[in-house]
T-cell receptor, first 114, second 112 residues
Framework: DSGVTQTPKHLITATGQRVTLRCSPR?????VYWYQQSLDQGLQFLIQYYNGEERAKGNILERFSAQQFPDLHSELNLSSLELGDSALYFCASSSWVDSGNTIYFGEGSWLTVV | DAKTTQPPSMDCAEGRAANLPCNHS???????VYWYRQIHSQGPQYIIH???NNETNEMASLIITEDRKSSTLILPHATLRDTAVYYCIVRVVNNAGNMLTFGGGTRLMVKP
């Protein structure tokens, strides 16, 4: 158990809809990262937050957005969903103080768009 | 971050050591070598990391060449549960954290 918690574990929704994926980082971790893994793309970095502020952005679509709240949990919002958005979405967290910023991953949220 | 090169797949007999190579010839002096693995759609699992010295923990050993251009992850006694995709990643570490950039990894198949 990495200590990173993601909900929901599985989600099925229709095209055009909007979903929110939630991540609780390890206790005290200030950095949160979001990754997408689809069958043909491997693990793709989407976005990183550090202590509530966006720190780095990867290949995140404009239809996707994220935020990190004062209690350090994070949400990834996916809107106007398309079939191609079906993927595993991973959240990860890290802490300089606790682990020299080694990144630990949650078990992911499976999103299926039908 | 520097890119890494790994063989796409490897086999290993159960109980034998698995030696997974990684080439990172363009690594910078402040970049660490990290190893993660992913067991069939589970979250990537941290294994070990190092800067220039060899490292060992309860899961594996990491051997980094003196010029730091390559490294080897060693699983001393592979079991069937070690079947996974193994990722070698180089990464600068700072106090706010930097993301990991995953490549294709090595698919390790441990066989009975």
């Amino acid at each position: 158990d990495s200590g990173v918690t993601q909900t929901p574990k599985h989600l099925i929704t229709a095209t055009g809809q909007r979903v929110t994926l939630r991540c609780s980082p390890r206790s005290g971790d200030l950095s949160v990262y979001w990754y997408q893994q689809s069958l043909d793309q491997g693990l793709q970095f989407l976005i990183q937050y550090y202590n509530g502020e966006e720190r780095a952005k990867g290949n995140i679509l404009e239809r996707f957005s994220a935020q990190q709240f004062p209690d350090l949990h994070s949400e990834l919002n996916l809107s106007s969903l398309e079939l191609g958005d079906s993927a595993l979405y991973f959240c990860a967290s890290s802490s300089w103080v606790d682990s020299g910023n080694t990144i630990y991953f949650g078990e992911g949220s499976w999103l299926t768009v039908v | 971050d520097a890119k890494t090169t790994q063989p796409p797949s490897m086999d290993c007999a159960e109980g034998r050591a698995a030696n997974l190579p990684c080439n990172h010839s363009t690594i910078s002096g402040n970049e660490y070598v990290y190893w993660y693995r992913q067991i069939h759609s589970q979250g990537p699992q941290y294994i070990i990391h190092g800067l220039k010295n060899n490292e060992t923990n309860e899961m594996a050993s990491l051997i980094i060449t003196e010029d730091r251009k390559s490294s080897t992850l060693i699983l001393p006694h592979a079991t069937l549960r070690d079947t996974a995709v193994y990722y070698c990643i180089v990464r600068v570490v700072n106090n706010a954290g930097n993301m990991l950039t995953f490549g294709g990894g090595t698919r390790l198949m441990v066989k009975p």
